[in-house]
């Protein structure tokens, strides 16, 4: 049931002289609006925990009347349901020690409006050893707050349950699904030097297509594997420098660089916190995508370069002059397995860029694609400089 807003008069009760909040001097009066305006349950308590003040949010959060409240001791209220023990030992025991304490929570079930998880701040005023002593008691209510992190928690768990899943995967992928995969492409491979002229072009075709769907299915585990370690291998943060990175994967790329006539231009690329070894493989995969997508008839460019978005985030571009792509798939080039070109005219298994952007993500960043197609494609990558902590990530 919502409370209608009650006059100060109500809330305040009349001061020892008699007079009501606007008869107070103007500094206690300031005191009782400032209590009024705070958004958080505040009460007033005296040296026998009886309820002097007491804010609007008060009422409004625990839906008590004023005429119930001021004026009585405060684990009395609403015939006992403040008697809390962990309130009454940090009020009557804790406090008179401390004089101060601070996040304390208490988790209570009240009868009319159910389940609260309060945290509380409780001071012991004593400005004059003549008067007698004030508690001022802060209560804010944090059950929502609470629910949602203990939702966050089981998704968490159930994360880290899925990722035990994918890294069994992993294993599994590298040896039991190999293991007789090799099996077959050696025997294929012994089997086709023994017959290599005695077969008839039909039969020679079919042991060639063994052999090609083999070595497929080999080169699809592994990128399945690799896409697997993104997020099943540990997570090593470290300060990185980006141009030094960029550096390293031209370097291991040179052969193809050189084969393409391809040009890489790398600006000034920023030092952020993030696993060496993935911002390594990002850039790797988007380099040789850009190799692999080249125009035949056009020298390949690609610059690789870096903007601050803000203090804490970094635009890093790759963009090339290759053959590009039309805009309407620039979601799809990211999922697994998605190609936009024959197999015959552009090798790989369509992963690499799905395991560009799970990177990019397990940083706690994003991805995208510009793509104009016949012209070139634009990557656009943000990263934070601190990414979220390890044990966030999937």
């Not at 001061?15 to 705070?38: F, H, K, N």
């Amino acid at each position: 049931m919502a409370l209608a807003l009650v006059p100060k008069s109500d809330v305040f009760p009349p001061t020892p002289t008699g007079g009501v909040a606007g008869d107070v001097p103007v500094a206690e009066r300031l005191l009782l609006d400032i209590l009024d305006t705070v958004r958080q349950p505040l009460l007033v308590l005296d040296a026998e925990f009886r309820v002097t003040k007491a804010n609007r949010a008060f009422f409004r959060t625990f839906r008590v009347p004023p005429d119930d409240t001021i004026g009585e001791v405060l684990f009395a209220l609403g015939d006992g349901q403040w008697d809390i023990a962990p309130l009454r030992e940090m009020l009557r025991d804790r406090l008179t020690e401390e004089n101060q304490l601070e996040d304390l929570d208490v988790d209570h079930v009240f009868p009319e409006i159910g389940r609260r998880v309060m945290l509380l701040n409780a001071r012991l005023v004593t400005h004059d050893p003549a008067a007698p002593r004030v508690i001022l008691l802060a209560i804010e209510d944090v059950t929502a707050q609470r629910e949602i992190d203990a939702t966050l928690a089981a998704q968490r768990r159930e994360l880290e349950r899925s990722n035990s899943a994918l890294g069994e995967y992993a294993s599994i992928a590298s040896h039991d699904l190999q293991e007789p995969l090799r099996k077959i492409l050696a025997f294929g491979e012994r089997l086709s030097e023994a017959v290599a002229g005695s077969l008839s072009p039909v039969p020679r075709q079919h042991l060639d297509g063994m052999l090609k769907a083999a070595s497929r299915m080999r080169v699809l585990i592994d990128d399945l594997l690799r896409y697997s370690q993104v997020s099943s291998q540990p997570y090593r943060v470290m300060y990185t420098d980006l141009g030094a990175v960029a550096r390293e994967v031209v370097a291991d790329l040179d052969a193809a660089v050189s084969d393409a006539d391809a040009q890489i231009e790398i600006g000034p690329l920023p030092v952020l916190e993030a696993d060496a070894t993935q911002m390594r493989q990002r850039l790797h995969n988007l380099v040789s995508n850009a190799i692999k997508y080249r125009r035949a008839d056009t020298p390949l460019l690609v610059r690789i370069h870096s903007t601050p978005l803000d203090a804490s985030r970094w635009l890093i571009t790759v963009e090339d002059n290759g053959i590009g792509f039309q805009q309407q798939y620039a979601e799809r080039i990211f999922r697994m397995f998605q190609r936009l070109h024959n197999r015959s005219a552009y090798a790989g298994t369509g992963i690499g860029l799905a395991i560009c952007r799970a990177i990019v993500e397990r940083h706690g960043g994003s991805i995208s694609a510009t793509g104009d197609e016949g012209r070139g494609t634009t990557f656009s990558i943000v990263l934070p400089i601190n990414p979220p902590s390890p044990g966030s990530h999937p």
